[in-house]
């Protein structure tokens, strides 16, 4: 398996501002993927995130809201931008190894 | 129609007994089926996956393929009122997609 770490744990937040969650894996992964799940909600996929190349969002989605970083096999952010209350949710990095796939911790957004 | 369905439940089931757990796919790329468990206020859990036909066993836990009938279960056997959780099935396609996509989850609770 692989050990995912996030920062931060939990955030509130103004509305219209960014905030910027990090995600750490102990090991390197090709691929690593960000998800949103609302209150009540099963998880839905904000974008993929492969090192060295542009990450590829999904419908509904787009980079100028929620620019990603992927500067090596073991890092990425997600920025959450010009929040508003309908942003507020927990959203998850996800890595893959090999076949499987693993969840982070977390970040707990709530934006007044 | 959803590309993974599951009975959102709630799922009541004694403590001892047998818990199943279903869902259904509508997307015949699909090659890998994934089942997760998530406690409330965490997040998702890997159980196993399985991506032949028939049926796969780790310890309680046995997950059932049937790709003709694009039907994916899982058993929970000697059922604790730790498993209380909501499982998530979700399903990957082949090929250079690499996406997990879930269903809405169903909530297990186990009665002592």
């Known amino acids: 398996s692989a050990v995912i770490s996030q920062k931060p744990s939990r955030d509130i937040c103004q509305r219209g501002t960014s905030l910027t969650i990090q995600c750490q894996v102990d090991?390197?992964?090709?691929?690593m993927f960000w998800y949103r799940q609302q209150p009540g909600q099963s998880l839905t996929l904000i974008a993929t995130?492969?090192?060295?190349?542009?990450?590829?969002?999904e419908s509904g989605f787009v980079i100028d809201k929620f620019p990603i970083s992927r500067p090596n096999l073991t890092f990425s952010t997600l920025t959450v931008s010009n929040m508003s209350p309908e942003d507020s949710s927990i959203y998850l990095c996800?890595?893959?190894?090999?076949?499987?796939?693993?969840f982070g911790p977390g970040t707990r957004l709530t934006v007044l | 129609q959803k590309e993974v369905e599951q009975n959102s439940g709630p799922l009541s089931v004694p403590e001892g007994a047998i818990a199943s757990l279903n869902c259904t796919y509508s997307?015949?790329?699909?090659?890998?089926f994934f089942w997760y468990r998530q406690y409330s206020g965490k997040s998702p859990e890997l159980i196993m996956f399985?991506?032949?036909?028939g049926d796969k066993e780790d310890g309680r836990f046995t997950a059932q393929l049937n790709k003709a009938s694009q039907y994916v279960s899982l058993l929970i056997r000697d059922s604790q009122p730790s498993d209380s959780a909501t499982y998530l099935c979700?399903?990957?396609?082949?090929?250079?997609?690499?996406?997990?996509?879930f269903g809405q989850g169903t909530r297990l609770t186990i009665n002592p």
């Open positions: 996800s890595v893959r190894n090999r076949d499987e796939q693993f």
């Open positions: 090991s390197q992964v090709t691929m």
């Open positions: 995130a492969n090192q060295g190349s542009e990450a590829t969002y």
């Open positions: 997307d015949r790329g699909s090659q890998s």
């Open positions: 399985i991506y032949s036909n």
């Open positions: 979700a399903a990957r396609r082949g090929g250079g997609a690499q996406k997990l996509v």
